[in-house]
């Protein structure tokens, strides 16, 4: 069974620092991994989606990695800003837990101004 | 703006009721998944229709229910409710289903459910 933890839970920096959020996943048998954005209330915004063959992903401030092996995939923010504030949740796909997404917990991000 | 639309947004319900909740897919797409979200965890996955057909499910009972209509439009039946029902309930909203690609998910903005 696949099991996705996120640390860490909480998260508050000031304006301008750039962090790494965390995320683990139990069985590396992965097709992809993906990182949404879920403001309060509200549903998931898909920010950046890392096939199981690649090994990081780019937009704008925000930088993906996947560690396929170790089960480990990273979400680096440049420069933050209060903008940013938000809960960040990594999910993977795998072929071994049906058609669908297994999701982390997810880390509450404040940035502060 | 995803467009993919849920309704109601918000809904109160006491324990032993019924609800449905309804979600339009996004232009073109043909799947439409399901997902609780309790407060402070992920969403879980309840089930998966493609075209109108229950094309997976995960480990929630018989009691919630779904359909998906000709035109990808789906519902989410709940019966017999209990407090822990109380939940976001999310629709997602892609083309294909199961197949390698077809895992971009489009949200709608979820119908809060609480239970009393």
């Known amino acids: 069974k696949q099991e996705v933890t996120q640390i860490p839970a909480a998260l508050s920096v000031p304006e301008g620092e750039n962090l790494v959020l965390n995320c683990s996943f139990t069985d590396s048998a992965i097709y992809n991994l993906q990182w949404f954005r879920q403001d309060p209330g509200k549903g998931l915004t898909s920010l950046l989606l890392i096939q199981s063959s690649q090994r990081e992903q780019t937009s704008g401030r925000l930088n993906a990695s996947l560690d396929k092996s170790s089960g480990r995939s990273t979400l680096y923010i440049a420069a933050s800003q209060p903008g940013d504030s938000a809960t960040y949740l990594c999910a993977v796909w795998g072929d071994n837990y049906g058609q669908n997404f297994v999701f982390g917990p997810g880390t509450r991000l404040s940035v502060l101004p | 703006e995803t467009g993919v639309t849920q309704s109601p947004t918000h809904l109160i319900k006491t324990r032993g009721q019924q609800v449905t909740l309804r979600c339009s897919s996004q232009?073109?797409?043909?799947?439409v998944s399901w997902y609780q979200q309790a407060l402070g965890q992920g969403p879980q996955f309840i089930f998966q229709?493609?075209?109108?057909?229950?094309?997976g499910r995960g480990n929630f009972p018989p009691r919630f229910s779904g359909l998906q209509f000709p035109n990808y439009s789906s519902e989410l039946n709940v019966n017999a409710l209990e407090l822990d029902d109380s939940a976001l309930y999310l629709c997602?909203?892609?083309f294909g289903a199961g197949e390698i690609g077809s895992e971009k998910l489009f949200f709608g903005s979820g119908t809060q459910l609480s239970v009393l």
């Open positions: 232009s073109g797409h043909n799947t």
């Open positions: 229709y493609y075209r109108e057909e229950e094309n």
């Open positions: 997602a909203s892609s």
